[in-house]
């Protein structure tokens, strides 16, 4: 018997990284879950890994359309859903100067108003008790250089983890976020291959433990804000490594 029996969960974001640990994690445990994604590699590796009790969805996080099509799937699948982790984004590593209008818009696209309506057209298949997970960054408090846009979408996305959870706490549905640092999801080799080795070394250095964290890590922070902090709403917690509590500089002007 896993602890998470009987329950039903949708993880967007949920083929790879971060949000296929935290699937992985829930499956091991007993839950169902239902993951999106964008890309048909990653979604057939997502099904794969999660077995009988995964299904892997396409579904872009910008589009209305597709947030529609997956509440329907999600109704279709499932009926009523336990806990719904809003898991989907994008980075943007530009300096100020370089930032165009399309990056701006595209990282708000997936970053801030695809989790907001995400939620709201998920919502009315939340079971009473059931929790919302929202995926911000540390960066949304850091004020490092070269983030100005992501770390802006991510501070969008830690308000909505207050407003949204005075919204839905009357139908006793709790919103919280999770704020994860430097973990090794392969993102910055994506991302920013010409810097990923540099900016590695650099996390390292500046975390507290000295390392990276693995996603396997970052899973049952998110267990416990879906399902076993039943008296907790509106925090954000974070996931770190110490990096943003116990470093008293968080100088990453050498990125440039």
């Known amino acids: 018997m896993g602890r998470y029996d009987g329950k039903n969960v949708v993880i967007t974001g949920g083929s790879s990284g971060l949000g296929l640990a935290a699937a992985r994690y829930l499956v091991d445990e007993g839950a169902r879950v239902m993951v999106t994604g964008r890309t048909s590699e990653t979604l057939a590796d997502a099904a794969h890994r999660l077995g009988d009790r995964g299904v892997a969805v396409r579904s872009d996080a910008s589009s209305l359309t597709d947030i529609d099509a997956l509440a329907d799937r999600a109704a279709a699948e499932f009926g009523t859903i336990d806990a719904l982790v809003v898991n989907a984004g994008i980075g943007s590593f530009d300096a100020f100067e370089d930032v165009t209008e399309r990056t701006f818009d595209d990282v708000f696209a997936i970053n801030a108003k695809g989790p907001f309506f995400t939620v709201q057209k998920l919502a009315p298949l939340l079971a009473p008790g059931s929790g919302v997970v929202l995926t911000t960054s540390i960066a949304n408090r850091t004020g490092w250089d070269r983030l100005s846009v992501y770390s802006a979408s991510k501070a969008a996305l830690r308000s ?89 500089r968080l100088d990453r002007r050498t990125r440039r």
């Open 160 to 248: 909505m983890a207050r407003t949204l959870s005075r919204e839905l706490l009357p139908r006793g549905i709790r919103v919280n976020a999770i704020s994860p640092g430097s973990i090794d999801t392969g993102k910055l080799e994506k991302e920013a291959p010409e810097r990923a080795e540099l900016l590695k070394a650099q996390f390292t250095a500046s975390s507290p433990m000295q390392r990276f964290g693995h996603p396997d890590e970052f899973a049952p922070a998110v267990a416990f804000l879906a399902f076993e902090a039943t008296f907790v709403a509106g925090i954000e917690l974070v996931v770190d490594g110490g990096e943003s509590q116990l470093c008293g």
